[in-house]
């Protein structure tokens, strides 16, 4: 289950962050839910402020207003997180929260994904399963382990036509 855990933005009051994260931390405590809620972080920066002579380093929220919490998204956890005093809501159409993609965890500095190689080989047939090729079957051609994307070989109209797609697109035919 918790593989399912993904990184979800929970707005807040301007101020109230570290507060909205003890809280959420003290429930998921108190009602034994470390499973569906694993972390909740406030995103900061290390800054030096000059005043006259002195620096000093201060941490700097960078997303102020905000609160990042990595869970498994169910009616209960929603509703731990929505109804702790200072949240305000999740980022997401309505009321329905948008897990951040990897590449946006990464940007934020949230967490370093560890991407693990691409299980295909070149050669090898695969099935996509989606996106505009959904259905359409092909043979790698090559594999980019950096940009996570694979060239497929796709028969269309009678002629082999190639596509880039990511590799979390294609599943292995057996």
């Given at each position: ?135 359409f079957s092909g043979t ?21 036509t190639p596509v880039e ?10």
């Amino acid at each position: 289950m918790a593989g399912d855990a993904k990184w979800y933005v929970a707005h807040t009051y301007s101020g109230y962050e570290n507060k909205v994260k003890a809280n959420i931390e003290k429930s998921v405590e108190n009602r034994g839910m470390q499973d569906l809620i694993l972390d909740v972080r406030v995103p900061t920066e290390d800054v030096v402020e000059e005043k006259g002579d002195t620096k000093k380093v201060v941490k700097r929220k960078l997303f102020p207003g905000y609160v990042i919490v990595k869970m498994v998204m169910t009616d209960e956890s929603w509703y731990i997180v929505r109804n702790t005093r200072g949240v305000t809501g999740f980022v997401g159409p309505g009321s329905k929260p948008v897990p951040l993609s990897e590449e946006e965890v990464e940007r934020m500095g949230v967490e370093i994904i560890r991407m693990k190689d691409i299980d295909f080989a070149i050669g090898e047939t695969v099935s996509i399963k989606s996106g505009p090729m959904e259905g359409f079957s092909g043979t790698v051609t090559s594999i980019n382990n950096e940009t996570r994307k694979i060239n497929v070989a796709v028969s269309m109209f009678g002629r082999e036509t190639p596509v880039e797609i990511d590799y979390t697109q294609v599943e292995r035919m057996d």
